[in-house]
């Protein structure tokens, strides 16, 4: 009988444990290509829910849940925001020339989401890109600023090529290369 007090104590202790911390690792997934026909960058993100509504929350002033917003809600506004300055693509372009004349910084614009029954959101967002040179300078700090363990993976689609960077609160910031 002693025994089983003691396994019982031992497993609420080890529930109630893990209960209080949540999730010890955080990850999003996001993938961004260059449409070079429609002159735009194209992209999603995948995360979880709870954590970006917590930190739109916290910091951004969102009071509503995501799960009750439509993508032509008012709030999609801080969404937006919270993804320009959290993911950040900066590349060489050209205003008036065949050559690299200033860079360039994406605006993205979210152009649908879906919060799926596994608990994750995918964003869904572009960017018009004209006359997009050498290399793209990508900042991944989605989510870092509510969980310092964070980490993101971003694949860049450009014509046949892919390449996937992991990004973490020390490594945020990674170049892709612009193959002919």
């Known amino acids: 009988m002693n025994r089983f007090i003691k396994l019982l104590f031992i497993s609420s202790c080890l529930l109630v444990t893990s209960v209080s911390w949540g999730h ?18 194209e992209g999603s993100v995948v995360a979880t829910a709870h954590d970006l509504e917590l930190s739109l929350m916290n910091s951004f002033g969102l009071q ?8 032509e809600s008012a709030e999609v506004k801080i969404i937006e925001a919270y993804l320009n300055k959290y993911l950040t693509l900066r590349y060489g372009c050209s205003f008036d020339s065949n050559a690299v004349d200033a860079y360039c910084s994406a ?6 989401f879906q919060i799926m029954k596994n608990g994750t959101v995918e964003l869904y967002f572009t960017s018009a890109a004209k006359h997009v040179y050498t290399l793209i300078q990508v900042d ?25 960077q992991s990004f973490t609160k020390t490594q ?6 612009l193959k002919p």
């Open 107 to 112: 605006s993205w614009t979210i152009e649908s």
């Open 64 to 71: 509503t849940k995501l799960e009750k917003l439509t993508p």
């Open 172 to 177: 945020a910031t990674h170049y892709f290369a």
């Open 140 to 164: 991944f700090r989605f989510l870092m600023d509510a969980f310092p363990d964070q980490q993101n993976k971003l694949t860049f689609i450009y014509r046949e090529d892919r390449e996937t």
């Open 24 to 41: 010890q690792y955080f990850f999003a997934f996001a993938e961004i290509e260059y449409n070079e026909m429609g002159q735009k960058f």
